[in-house]
Structure formats: structure tokens, C-alpha cells
């Protein structure tokens, strides 16, 4: 077998990619536990639909998605209303609009147009973002391209204090009472959202 160097650092860089999307999925996770401790919001990760097809002795099994995948995050604020989220992460300098599927994009549509606070967590580098579905859904619109950096997104940049505080924007949101920059926004009384959500 023939070494190839650049399909190592591929199979390299994927791992690594792999692990910082369960890294950030994690840290989404512990922020869920907060909300819901500060009676917030009730958002649980979903789960994978599948069946599993065969078991071996040793534990490993083969298995098979099963239905049409559904949102990374889905919940209920306090107040009521439903949210719904992906979470995608990269450790470059940009997003692609296309890094949701056009059944992940079908999903956040239909929720958002039900009333739903539908949107993108986005992990980029060291930054996270609640990007709202109707912006991200006319990224070219927005932005003139169909990818995003951190700099386009910064107006909806979010918390991190170990956690991606998803429902705690870094700045004040347009038709919203509550302070910019906040100092402990992660710890408010119960039922404040996120500034504008």
C-alpha cells in the first residue's frame, strides 16, 4: 500500500473536525442543563432514529438510521414558545450556507413558520453564534455569499463560560430592554431569553 500524504492529513483533519463537533455539542448540552436548572427553557439534544440490524458478543453492533432527522435541539422557553436548533462547528475561518442538509434546512423552515425560534448555533474557531433561521436561510441575501465568517455573525455572537449560552447574546438585540454585555447574563432570573429571541 502506497502512503498518501494528503489523504492522511485529510483522514487526520476529519477526525479532529469530528471530535470539536461533540466537543461543541457537549458544551451546547451543558448550557440546556443551566436553562432548565434557572427554569428558562426545557431543550434536550435529539436523539438519533435508528434500528439496530445486527449485535455481535463484543458489544459492537451494526445499525440503521430509521426516519427523517430532525433537529439538533429541540425544547420549549419559558413562556411557551418552541425552539429548535442545529449545531454545526468548523475550526476554519468560514461556514458554508450548505453545511445544513436540505432536510435539516426542510425542518427548521416548517418549525420557524409555525412559530418556532428556529435557528443555527454555530461553533467558528473560538466563537459561537445564535444565527436566527431567516438569516441564515438568505445567508446570500445577508451577506453576498453563500459562506459566513465570525465577523458577519458578531451581532449574534453568544456566551461561552464553559457552556454555549445559547439564549445569551454578547451584544443587545434590536427591540430588546435588556442590557448589552451583561455581566453575569448566564445567571438572570427565570424567564429572560436570549436579548431578542
Known amino acids: 500500500m502506497i502512503y498518501n500524504q494528503q489523504r492522511a492529513r485529510q483522514q487526520y483533519q476529519n477526525k479532529v473536525n469530528n471530535a470539536q463537533g461533540h466537543f461543541f455539542e457537549e458544551y451546547i448540552k451543558a448550557a440546556c442543563v443551566l436553562y432548565a436548572e434557572r427554569e428558562r427553557a426545557d431543550v434536550d439534544k435529539t436523539p438519533e432514529p435508528f434500528r439496530v440490524l445486527e449485535k455481535s458478543r463484543d458489544g459492537i453492533f451494526k445499525g440503521r438510521f430509521t426516519a427523517r432527522a430532525q433537529p439538533d ?79 458577519d455573525l458578531e451581532q449574534w455572537r453568544i456566551r461561552f463560560n464553559g457552556s454555549v449560552l445559547f439564549l445569551d447574546y454578547v451584544h443587545e438585540r434590536s427591540g430588546s430592554n435588556e442590557q448589552a454585555e451583561t455581566e453575569n447574563a448566564e445567571t438572570d432570573s427565570p424567564g429572560h431569553t436570549a436579548n431578542g429571541v
Open 73 to 151: 435541539f429541540q425544547g420549549t422557553l419559558d413562556g411557551g414558545r418552541s425552539i429548535v436548533f442545529e449545531a454545526k462547528y468548523t475550526t476554519t475561518d468560514k461556514m458554508k450556507r450548505n453545511v445544513l442538509t436540505d432536510k435539516q434546512q426542510d425542518a427548521l423552515e416548517r418549525h420557524a413558520r409555525r412559530g418556532a425560534v428556529a435557528a443555527v448555533c454555530a461553533g467558528i474557531n473560538d466563537k459561537f453564534f445564535f444565527v436566527p433561521w431567516a438569516v441564515w436561510r438568505d445567508m446570500k441575501r445577508h451577506f453576498g455569499r453563500l459562506y459566513v465568517t465570525a465577523a
